[in-house]
């Protein structure tokens, strides 16, 4: 549908770009556009003039060559406002949103430490939020860390209960990275300011992808990230809400005073510019894209549920449009994405590491840890062609099987032992 | 981190899955891991009155050099007699299969599923099994 809407597309670029995805199905298939997206060729022609011609220094006040630069970065930042429903003035542009993360948790325990010294996140949290959270302890701060309930929420009242009069800032994210879910923030942020606290929300996996407004949604701080969302890497933003209230976070970059003093350092005008498009962009076909991606995401869960032993992880009705996790069942993630090596996709096992532990968050759901070893996250995005998501269904089908043939507890299991009365050797 | 070609090969195509008699006095099974580590191996031997090992077969719960590690195994073990078959080392496996330092523990495990298995063919026919130096991992 998109596509065809593309096909009528000004962009030269991006009318060639759809008539090869739609002519010739590319092998491996992307399907892992929750760790990054390709850039949208619209999104890159945008960006081209800024490395060449229009190079200036956006902070060079007095010629043309910076009055250009800073034009572009000054459209940049109303094409983000907008669509998260912010005032430009309220956009600092960073790196990404790890940074803005960091500047945000880390800023406001800077900045509010008279006040209090207390912060609540949750234990699903990206680790940006989380090692940020763990660093102001480090400096002297008090932080809560909530459970989550089986299906990924925060509970309401274990937030409530969590609150002091010392807590200053209620970070929690907006979509999750492994398994999708959306967090009732407006809830969250209306118990955040009861009680006299700042709301923050990392929303890297949901800006662009589901409608956000900071003010229908109470939102005190943002993090987002332009490669998330078709746009260039290395290039973020950090919303800080101006008005009732006036938020102000202490800078963690000294140097030149830029983005209203908050974070120092060279503009990066053309992935500003970028992040600027990607934005404009996902306003104007996020509706129909959310759409036409939960329906080829469902289509996906629906087949590849049929198989015997697999769960979907998280809540299946507050979910990102594009995602799926799931768990199959004695078969352990790592071997079964070999298997499906033309899917590049991701799994909550972690073999590779050194510790062996499976993911946090899926644990933190309560999954047990052969479940967590046996997911796999499935993340769909602009460019997924229907084709591309019949194809990954044979092959994921096909590895699954596969790989319970060759599956000692898929054996077990058919023969109807108990895994849990088998006393496995001390590994 | 990219696979060898062995590691690749033995995956694609592995030798000798499936399962042997556990009830048999000349099958020796061992089954190794926990299904909470991401790995879980079942080797299986079948011994004959010379103690040589005339077949060996695998099942592996794991990633792919676990299921290469266990494969390779299995390869090496028919035709050795038991005797040889306990000299088998990880490192064997690991320098075959060229695995990075994070796989050498599917290794470890592959040694101690044939291990497993020798005791458990020897517990069965009255022979005492043999001590086993406290696993590496």
């Known amino acids: 549908m998109q596509f065809i809407a593309a096909k009528r597309c000004k962009s030269k670029t991006l009318r060639i770009f759809v008539w090869f995805k739609i002519h010739f199905m590319d092998i491996p298939i992307y399907l892992d556009n929750n760790a990054t997206t390709p850039m949208d060729p619209r999104v890159l022609e945008a960006m081209l003039p800024y490395f060449t011609n229009k190079f200036g220094n956006a902070a060079s006040r007095n010629h043309h060559f910076g009055w250009v630069a800073e034009e572009g970065v000054d459209y940049a930042r109303e094409q983000v406002a907008k669509l998260i429903g912010a005032s430009e003035k309220e956009i600092i542009f960073t790196s990404g949103a790890t940074e803005s993360d960091n500047l945000a948790i880390k800023g406001v325990f800077e900045m509010y430490k008279d006040k209090g010294n207390h912060i609540i996140t949750a234990v699903t949290e990206h680790k940006a939020v989380l090692d940020a959270c763990k660093h102001v302890e480090k400096l002297g701060g008090k932080v809560t860390y909530l459970a989550v309930k089986e299906d990924g929420l925060v509970d309401h009242a274990e937030l409530e209960a969590a609150m002091t009069p010392e807590t200053i800032l209620v970070s929690i994210m907006y979509g999750n990275n492994e398994i999708g879910v959306i967090q009732p923030v407006k809830e969250i942020a209306a118990i955040a300011h009861k009680h006299g606290a700042l709301f923050m929300t990392d929303a890297t996996q949901a800006v662009g992808k589901i409608p956000v407004d900071v003010n229908a949604d109470g939102i005190d701080l943002l993090a987002l990230s332009a490669h998330k969302m078709y746009g260039p890497k290395g290039v973020g933003a950090l919303y800080v809400r101006r008005k009732g209230p006036r938020v102000k976070v202490t800078a963690q970059m000294d140097g030149g005073g830029h983005e209203r003093g908050m974070r120092s350092g060279t503009l990066n005008v053309p992935g500003i510019v970028g992040l600027g498009k990607a ?149 | 981190m990219a696979y060898s070609d ?28 926990a299904p909470e580590c991401g790995d879980v191996m079942r080797l299986q031997i079948q011994v004959d009155e010379n103690n040589i090992i005339t077949d060996a077969k695998f099942k592996t719960f794991g990633c792919g050099s676990a299921i290469a590690s266990s494969s390779l195994a299995t390869e090496w073990l028919k035709g050795k007699s038991v005797d040889d078959a306990m000299k088998i080392d990880n490192m064997d496996i690991v320098e075959e299969l060229a695995l990075p330092p994070v796989k050498i523990h599917c290794s470890v495990l592959a040694e101690d599923a044939i291990k497993a298995a020798i005791n458990d063919f020897r517990v069965k026919n009255g022979m005492e099994p043999i001590e086993l130096e406290k696993s590496h991992h």
């Open chain 2, 6 to 33: 062995k590691v690749i090969d033995h995956y694609t195509n592995p030798r000798n899955v499936g399962t042997l008699d556990k009830a048999s006095a000349q099958v020796g099974t061992g089954l190794v891991g």
């Open chain 1, 279 to 427: 934005c404009e962009l996902a306003g104007q076909e996020m509706e129909a894209e959310a759409k036409r991606l939960s329906g080829l995401r469902d289509k996906l869960q629906a087949a590849l549920t049929v198989l015997e032993e697999s769960y979907v992880n998280g809540n299946v009705d507050h979910r990102l449009p594009h995602v799926a996790n799931i768990s199959f069942k004695y078969v352990e993630g790592e071997g079964l994405m070999m298997a499906m090596k033309d899917l590049a996709v991701s799994s909550g096992s972690a073999c590779t590491s050194a510790s062996l532990e499976p993911s946090y968050v899926l644990k933190s759901l309560g999954l047990s840890d052969d479940l967590a070893h046996s997911s796999i996250r499935f993340g769909l995005g602009r460019f997924t062609t229907e084709e591309e998501v019949d194809y990954a269904i044979e092959v994921t089908k096909k590895a699954v099987n596969h790989l319970r043939e060759l599956s000692p507890l898929w054996e077990m299991f058919k023969e109807g032992i108990d895994l849990n009365s088998i006393e496995w050797a001390e590994h």
